[in-house]
């Protein structure tokens, strides 16, 4: 099946930016969507954004509307979450997520980079 691994996460100053990646391996060509989640310490894992992966739509948690951009290379098999004006409650261990159609649909979700955004 997929799999899924993120990369980039690491320690921001508050305002600043930082992009996070999710590469997408094994049998891709089923995959229609991918996103990203988060999760901080002691809440649950939320949505943040995901994007089709063969048309052009992109959804947004209202929470990070205006400063994160998620985009996808196909070529690459990669999405691309770009996180700008970066906030202290944006600290949150970031997964990755594929949702995989066919005949019995599923989601893989990668092991998670962490982000911590400094005051």
């Known amino acids: 099946q997929v799999q899924v691994a993120e990369s980039g996460g690491g320690l921001v100053q508050a305002g600043g930016s930082r992009r996070l990646s999710c590469a997408a391996s094994?049998?891709?060509?089923?995959?229609?969507?991918m996103g990203w989640f988060r999760q901080g310490a002691g809440k649950e894992r939320e949505f943040v954004a995901n994007?089709?992966?063969?048309?052009?739509?992109?959804y947004y948690a209202d929470s990070v509307k205006g400063r994160f951009t998620i985009s996808r290379d196909n070529g690459k098999n990669t999405v691309y979450l770009q996180m700008n004006s970066l906030k202290p409650e944006d600290t949150a261990v970031y997964y990755c997520?594929?949702?995989?159609?066919?005949?019995?649909?599923?989601?893989?979700w990668g092991q998670g980079t962490q982000v911590t955004v400094s005051s």
């Open positions: 994007i089709n992966w063969n048309g052009e739509g992109t």
């Open positions: 997520n594929a949702n995989v159609g066919g005949p019995t649909p599923y989601n893989v």
């Open positions: 094994g049998r891709t060509s089923s995959m229609y969507c």
